[in-house]
C-alpha cells in the first residue's frame, strides 16, 4: 500500500485554505483529497475533519454514503464497469464477471500486485456505447466478456 | 408574526405561522402519530428528519401526503389525518418498517417502552406481509455503559440530533445507505475509541432497542447471593425522585424512604446515599475553589480560574477528549460516585474490620456514564475497583420487580449510618444549578465565618442552558457560570479559551439536559420535558425538608474528617478523594 506523504497532506492543505469558506464543502473537499491520495484511509479523513471543523464521524458518514468514495487504495488501473440501466440490460454484470475472474478479485478489491482494481459504477452517461468500461480515463464501448482478456493485455507491462 | 388558520379534521384552528400541521392538530386534541419526530423545546432540540414517514396526513390540494411533523401550515389550508387513504399508508409504513426489523421483541430490552411496538399495537398490525430476508447484520458493540444494536436502529436520527446538536460531541452519524444504513461512529468504531462521552442521551431518546444501558443487574444479583460478600448499596440524589415513575407514580414523586427499603428487601446489607459524599466533594472542592481563589486574587500566576465542578462523568470525558488545552481547570475532587466507594473500602471497611475485597460496592444511578466511570483503571486498588457494579435507576426499578415487590407497597426506611447521614446540600447535586449551590453555602461560611441566613440562592436556579450569576460573599464577589447539556457546556468552555471575559470563578456543568434528574439511565421520558421539570422541584422539596442544608454541618462529615482524614485537601483526602485527568485523542 502506497504511504501516505507529508507533501500530499499539504497539497490538500493548501486546497482548503484556499477555499473562501469551508461551510458546505465538504463533499468537494473529499472529492480533491481522493484525487490527491487515490482513496480515503481513515487518517485522511480525521485530518479533513480537523481541518473543516466537523466531527470525523460525519465525514465519515458521507464517505460511507457515496459509492465514489473509497477506503481502499484503488489499483494503478482502475476499471470501472458501468452497471447503470442501459449498460446493464446489455450484459454488464457478464462483463464484470470476465473481470473478476480474469483478475481474481471482487468489486471494490484490489490485486496484490497492485496493478487493477474494480469498481461498479453508475451512468456513465455514455449509454450508446453500453456496456461502457473504462480503465482510468479510457472509455471501452459494447464489451463483451471475450474481449476482457485482450484489455487486460493492453495494460500489462 | 400573525396566525393562520387551518381545518383539521373539520376543526377549525388558529395557530402561529411556522408551526407544523402536527403541532395545529395537538392544539385541537388530535394527536397524529409519530416515531422519528421528537421535540425536547426546553433543550431545544427538535428531531424533524421526517424520515420514518409514520405522521402523513392528507393536504387539500396536494398530491401527495405530506408528513405533518415537516410541514408547516398555510392560511386556509384543509388537512385530514384519518382517511382510508392515509390509514391505509399509515399502516403500510410501518409494516416496511418491521419488515426488516428483527422480531426480538420478547428478549429485547426496550420491550414494554419500544415507541415502534406501541404503533404496531396501536394499528392491530397481526402480520407483516412484505417479507424477504433481514437485510442488515451488524454486531454489537458493547461498552461498559452502552450497547449498540444496529440491527434494530430504524434510522429516526434522533440519537445522531442528540449526539452532534444538542451535545456537540459528533460522536455518531448516519453511514452508509438503502438497507445498510444505520448510525454509527466514525469507521464503524466501538464507541469505547470514539468521543463519545457515554452520557446515555442517545440511549433517552432512541425509540427502538438499539440504544440500550448496559444492563448489570444479574452481576448486582451474583454478589446478593454471595455470602462471602458485604454488599454496599449508594443511591444518587436524582433516583429518588425519578425511580417512583417506573411503578405508576406520577413524575417527580419523591419515593426516598421506599427506595432504601427496596434495597433492604433485595438484601443489601448496608444501604448509603451518595449524597454523603456529595457533602464530602463540596468541602473538598469547596476548600479547593477558595484555595485557588485566594492564590488567584493574591496574583499568583500558576493557578487557573475559573475552576469547573467534576462531579459528572460524561463531562470528564468530553473535557478530556474534546478539550486538552483545559485539561488542568477541572477540580481534582473525585465524584461522589468515586468518592463513595473509595471511602466505604477505607474508612468503612476499616471499621468493620473486613478487608476491601470482602465489600461489593453497587451505585444506582440515574446515569449511564457512571458505568464507565466506575471502570476507569485510576478507581481501584490492586485491581479491585472502588465502585464493583453501576446500575441505572431502570435496573433498579427491573431488580426490585423481579423480586415481586412494589415499591409503592413498601414502608419508608431510612438509610444506615455512618454513610447514609446527609444533607440538602448533597441531594441538589441532582439538578442543573445544586453542585455550585451547595458549593456556595459552604463556601461562603468558610470564607466569611459568618452564618449564611438564607441558604437559597435563588439566581443560580432554573432551566437555561447557561446561565451567569454573581455571589457576594461578604464583599468578595463570587462569578459562577452554570451550563447543562454539553452543547451548552461547550459555550462556556470557548468563552474560557478566549480569555474568560466575564470573569467567571467557578463553574458547575452537568452533561446532561436538566443535569442528573435527566440522565440517560433514568426512567424514559419520551419527549416530555415537563418530567424533568417536576424532578426538579422534587429535588428541592427534598432539599426544603432536609434538617441540615449545608454539608459542612453534616455530622457524620465532620466526623469522618476529625478520626480518618484530617482535614480537606489533607495528605489522605488527596490520595482518597482526588484523581487526575488524562487528555484522549479519540476519533
Redesign the interface.
Known amino acids: 500500500m502506497a504511504e501516505l506523504k507529508n507533501e500530499q497532506f499539504n497539497e490538500l492543505e493548501q486546497f482548503i485554505d484556499s477555499m473562501s469558506s469551508t461551510k458546505g464543502e465538504l463533499i468537494r473537499v473529499l472529492h480533491k483529497a481522493q484525487e490527491i491520495f487515490g482513496y480515503l484511509p ?1 487518517e485522511v ?2 485530518f479533513v ?1 480537523k481541518k473543516l471543523h ?8 458521507v464517505v ?2 457515496y459509492s465514489f468514495f473509497t477506503m481502499t487504495p484503488r489499483g494503478e488501473h482502475n476499471i470501472a464497469i458501468c452497471l447503470g440501466t442501459a449498460c446493464y440490460v446489455r450484459g454488464a454484470e457478464k462483463v464484470l464477471d470476465a473481470f473478476k475472474r480474469e483478475l481474481n478479485i471482487n468489486t471494490g478489491e484490489t490485486t496484490k500486485d497492485g496493478k487493477f482494481s474494480i469498481t461498479g459504477v453508475r451512468c456513465v452517461g455514455a449509454c450508446g456505447l453500453a456496456p461502457v468500461v473504462m480503465v482510468g480515463e479510457k472509455v471501452y464501448g459494447r464489451v463483451t466478456p471475450d474481449m476482457v482478456k485482450d484489455i487486460l493485455e493492453e495494460y500489462k507491462d | 408574526m400573525s396566525d393562520v388558520k387551518v381545518t383539521i379534521d373539520g376543526k377549525e384552528v388558529l395557530v402561529p405561522q411556522g408551526s407544523t400541521i402536527l403541532q395545529a392538530a395537538r392544539k385541537v386534541g388530535i394527536s397524529i402519530p409519530t416515531l422519528c419526530h421528537l421535540d425536547l423545546h426546553d433543550t431545544k432540540m427538535v428531531n424533524k428528519t421526517a424520515s420514518c414517514r409514520v405522521c402523513v396526513v392528507e393536504v387539500e390540494g396536494r398530491r401527495n401526503l405530506a408528513p405533518s411533523c415537516a410541514t408547516p401550515v398555510v392560511d386556509g389550508m384543509v388537512v385530514r389525518t384519518n382517511t382510508v387513504r392515509v390509514m391505509e399508508a399509515r399502516k403500510t409504513i410501518i409494516e416496511l418498517l418491521l419488515s426488516d426489523h428483527p422480531k426480538e421483541c420478547l428478549t429485547c430490552a426496550k420491550s414494554g417502552k419500544c415507541e415502534l411496538q406501541d404503533l404496531s399495537e396501536k394499528f392491530g398490525l397481526r402480520e407483516v406481509r412484505i417479507t424477504g430476508k433481514s437485510q442488515s447484520t451488524y454486531k454489537k458493540d458493547y461498552s461498559e455503559s452502552i450497547i449498540r444494536d444496529m440491527d434494530k436502529c430504524i434510522m429516526c436520527r434522533r440519537c445522531e440530533t442528540m449526539c ?1 446538536e444538542v451535545q456537540t460531541v ?8 438503502g438497507f445498510e444504513a444505520v448510525v ?4 464503524e468504531s466501538p464507541l469505547v475509541d ?2 463519545c462521552t457515554h452520557c446515555g442521551q442517545c440511549v433517552a431518546v432512541c425509540p427502538v432497542g438499539a440504544l440500550t444501558e448496559n444492563d448489570h443487574t444479574w452481576k448486582v444479583l451474583d454478589a446478593l447471593a454471595d455470602p462471602d460478600k458485604i454488599v454496599v448499596a449508594q443511591t444518587a440524589p436524582a433516583v429518588r425522585v425519578a425511580i417512583g415513575e417506573e411503578f405508576g407514580a406520577e413524575p417527580g414523586t419523591i419515593v426516598t424512604g421506599k427506595l432504601v427499603s427496596g434495597l433492604k428487601s433485595i438484601g443489601f446489607d448496608y444501604v448509603f446515599d451518595t449524597d454523603f459524599t456529595a457533602d464530602l466533594t463540596i468541602m473538598e472542592e469547596g476548600h479547593e475553589l477558595l484555595e485557588r481563589l485566594e492564590k488567584f486574587l493574591a496574583g499568583d500566576k500558576d493557578v487557573k480560574l475559573p475552576i469547573l465542578t467534576s462531579c459528572c462523568p460524561a463531562w470528564v470525558n468530553f473535557i478530556e477528549s474534546q478539550f486538552p488545552e483545559l485539561i488542568d481547570v477541572p477540580s481534582t475532587a473525585k465524584s461522589p460516585q468515586q468518592m463513595f466507594g473509595s471511602i466505604a473500602k477505607s474508612y468503612f471497611a476499616e471499621k468493620l474490620n473486613v478487608p476491601r475485597k470482602k465489600m461489593v460496592v453497587v451505585s444506582v444511578m440515574p446515569c449511564l456514564a457512571k458505568k464507565y466511570e466506575a471502570s476507569r483503571e485510576e478507581f481501584s486498588v490492586d485491581g479491585n475497583p472502588d465502585v464493583d457494579i453501576t446500575i441505572s435507576t431502570r435496573e433498579l426499578a427491573h431488580l426490585i420487580k423481579q423480586f415481586n415487590l412494589d415499591l409503592n407497597e413498601l414502608e419508608d426506611q431510612e438509610y444506615d449510618n455512618p454513610l447514609g447521614i446527609s444533607t440538602g446540600a448533597g441531594v441538589i447535586f441532582g439538578t442543573t444549578g445544586g453542585v455550585i449551590e451547595a458549593a456556595v453555602r459552604t463556601a461562603y461560611e468558610i470564607k466569611t465565618g459568618k452564618e449564611l441566613e438564607r441558604v437559597d440562592f435563588k439566581q443560580l436556579r432554573g432551566f437555561d442552558g447557561v446561565r451567569v450569576a454573581s455571589v457576594d460573599m461578604d464583599g468578595l464577589v463570587l462569578n459562577i457560570g452554570i451550563a447543562h447539556g454539553l452543547g451548552n457546556a461547550r459555550q462556556l468552555l470557548e468563552e474560557i479559551k478566549d480569555g474568560n471575559p466575564r470573569n467567571l470563578h467557578a463553574i458547575e456543568i452537568m452533561a446532561c439536559p436538566g443535569g442528573c434528574i435527566g440522565g440517560g439511565g433514568q426512567p424514559y421520558h419520551h419527549g416530555d420535558s415537563s418530567v424533568l421539570k417536576k424532578r426538579q422541584e422534587a429535588i428541592y422539596q427534598v432539599d426544603r425538608e432536609m434538617k441540615i442544608r449545608k454539608s459542612h454541618e453534616n455530622p457524620a462529615i465532620i466526623e469522618l474528617y476529625e478520626t480518618y482524614l484530617g482535614k480537606p485537601l489533607s495528605e489522605k483526602s488527596h490520595k482518597l478523594l482526588h484523581t487526575h485527568y488524562s487528555v484522549k485523542d479519540k ?1
Not at chain 1, 55 to 60: G, N
Not at chain 2, 170 to 177: K, W
Not at chain 2, 184 to 187: C, E, G, Q, R, V
Open positions: 481513515k479523513q480525521k475533519a466537523v466531527s470525523t464521524a460525519k465525514v465519515f458518514g460511507s454514503f | 452532534n459528533g460522536a455518531l452519524s448516519a453511514i452508509n445507505r454509527s461512529p466514525a469507521f470514539t468521543v476519533v
